[in-house]
């Protein structure tokens, strides 16, 4: 099935700028109808899926289309690929500790300032939740 660029956009979330910018970096390769009108099939779709998955937990668009390279040459790159993703959840699951730190940082605010203003004094909240 073909898509326009707009309903592709409708689809994914993403907008027509960023679909273009997609495609004009080499991410994607998008047929043209006679018309010249971009036409998406469903496997563009799951390319733009990956790509976002990719992009929203860290890895660089450069990184990304070294990704979408090789996966174009075949078999012949596939411990590349399985490197590139042990290394990214590798940065992923840094990412998701320091985020649990952070977490717990703010989990305590909540809780001193919870407490803050159940007794309407910092400094007893202070006292109590240490």
């Known amino acids: 099935m073909g898509y326009s660029i707009g309903k592709v956009a409708q689809k994914t979330g993403l907008s027509t700028y960023t ?3 997609y495609e ?3 991410l994607l ?3 043209k109808n006679s018309a010249g009108l971009r036409v998406y099939c469903d496997e563009d779709i799951n390319w733009l899926s990956m790509i976002e998955c990719l992009k929203e937990t860290g ?3 450069k990184e990304i ?7 174009n040459l075949g078999n012949a790159t596939l411990k590349e690929r399985y490197t590139m993703f042990l290394n990214h959840k590798k940065h992923i699951e840094d ?3 320091k985020y649990q730190t952070y977490m717990q940082k703010i989990d305590y605010k909540i809780r001193l ?4 203003l159940r007794c309407g004094d910092l ?3 202070l006292k109590k939740i240490k």
């Open 24 to 26: 004009k970096e080499g």
């Open 123 to 125: 400094e007893k909240a």
């Open 113 to 116: 300032y919870h407490e803050a």
């Open 65 to 71: 289309k070294q990704y979408i390279d090789w996966s």
């Open 29 to 31: 390769k998008i047929k």
């Open 95 to 97: 990412q998701i500790k």
């Open 59 to 61: 890895m660089p668009l």
């Open 19 to 21: 679909l273009r910018y």
